[in-house]
């Protein structure tokens, strides 16, 4: 098992920048995908960003390809969301989340086995 938990959410501006982190517990954590998923009031969870179990494969939601970047580091047990350029549609909680070897269906909520808590982003116009 894992145990994901964010951190680096805050308040920011719009255009800002802010660098999650999500530490996972753990001596498997290089057995499982990583993914970003966020969600705003009265909206589903979304994906965000998905890298596979070695770094080698990531993939964006259109929204944010662009102007944010994942990666991991299996020696830290860790994985990185860069938010670059952020704008107010930005606005959620955002969840790290773990899916035991990885799945061409990344983008679903349910292919993943263990969640953190969420870190709250708010971007201000």
């Known amino acids: 098992q894992v145990q994901p938990l964010e951190s680096g959410g805050g308040l920011v501006q719009a255009g800002g920048s802010l660098r999650l982190s999500c530490a996972a517990s753990?001596?498997?954590?290089?057995?499982?995908?990583m993914g970003w998923f966020r969600q705003a009031p009265g909206k589903e969870r979304e994906f965000v960003a998905y890298?596979?179990?070695?770094?080698?494969?990531?993939y964006y939601a259109d929204s944010v390809r662009g102007r944010f970047t994942i990666s991991r580091a299996n020696t830290k047990n860790t994985v990185v969301l860069q938010m670059n350029s952020l704008k107010p549609e930005d606005t959620a909680v955002y969840y790290c989340?773990?899916?035991?070897?990885?799945?061409?269906?990344?983008?679903?909520?349910?292919?993943?086995?263990?969640w953190g808590q969420g870190t709250q982003v708010t971007v201000s116009s």
């Open positions: 989340a773990a899916d035991l070897g990885g799945s061409r269906r990344y983008h679903l909520t349910n292919q993943y086995q263990y």
């Open positions: 753990g001596r498997t954590f290089s057995s499982y995908a």
């Open positions: 890298i596979s179990l070695n770094g080698g494969s990531t």
